[in-house]
């Protein structure tokens, strides 16, 4: 239609126009697996809205291979979303937690900070990196003496920088 992109579709029925992703080459991969992995594959791909299991098991692929991604390479660039519950009358982990977050100012990029009742807190810290450093940070974080809870989401980034338009001034 026109200048615009194949990926970008114009609809006759509304005036802007509709971002879908580029159309890629696809191959046909056949798998066998046994009933009961297949059935709780199916009520798992039912339970998160998957429309085909085509689309569930590219989804756990590419998460696996980012996530080897991630290891293969200690230099790869990261985002980390840690996130950990404590007792905030615990002995000074309030003040060692903020502590911790300056120390590394320069990839903690955001955190919140949750009352989620009268004595457990719940604090989400998000960091960018290399994979080899923010992971260091991130363990430290969980490993702390009275964190509960822990866990960190990694998400490998594009290598190249970010690649959205605008200027830096």
């Given at each position: 239609i026109g200048?615009?992109?194949?990926?970008?579709?114009?609809?006759?029925?509304?005036?802007?126009?509709?971002?879908?992703?580029?159309?890629?080459?696809?191959?046909?991969?056949?798998?066998?697996?046994?009933?009961?992995?297949?059935?709780?594959?199916?009520?798992?791909?039912?339970?998160?809205?998957?429309?085909?299991?085509?689309?569930?098991?590219?989804?756990?692929?590419?998460?696996?291979?980012?996530?080897?991604?991630?290891?293969?390479?200690?230099?790869?660039?990261?985002?980390?979303?840690?996130?950990?519950?404590?007792?905030?009358?615990a002995r000074s982990l309030p003040a060692r937690m903020t502590e911790q977050q300056h120390e590394h100012h320069e990839s903690i990029i955001a955190s919140m900070h949750v009352h989620a009742s009268h004595e457990r807190c719940v604090e989400v810290v998000v960091m960018r990196g290399n994979y080899k450093n923010i992971s260091t940070i991130a363990q430290e974080m969980i490993a702390e003496t009275g964190i509960e809870d822990g866990a960190v989401h990694y998400v490998a980034l594009p290598s190249g920088g970010h690649d959205h338009q605008h200027s830096h001034e």
């Open positions: 200048n615009v992109p194949k990926h970008i579709c114009r609809s006759t029925y509304v005036g802007a126009p509709v971002m879908r992703r580029p159309i890629t080459a696809m191959q046909r991969v056949t798998i066998s697996i046994d009933d009961e992995i297949a059935q709780a594959f199916d009520a798992l791909i039912a339970k998160r809205g998957y429309k085909n299991r085509s689309e569930a098991f590219r989804d756990l692929l590419r998460r696996e291979l980012a996530q080897e991604q991630l290891q293969d390479s200690s230099q790869t660039e990261c985002m980390a979303v840690v996130s950990f519950g404590f007792d905030h009358h």
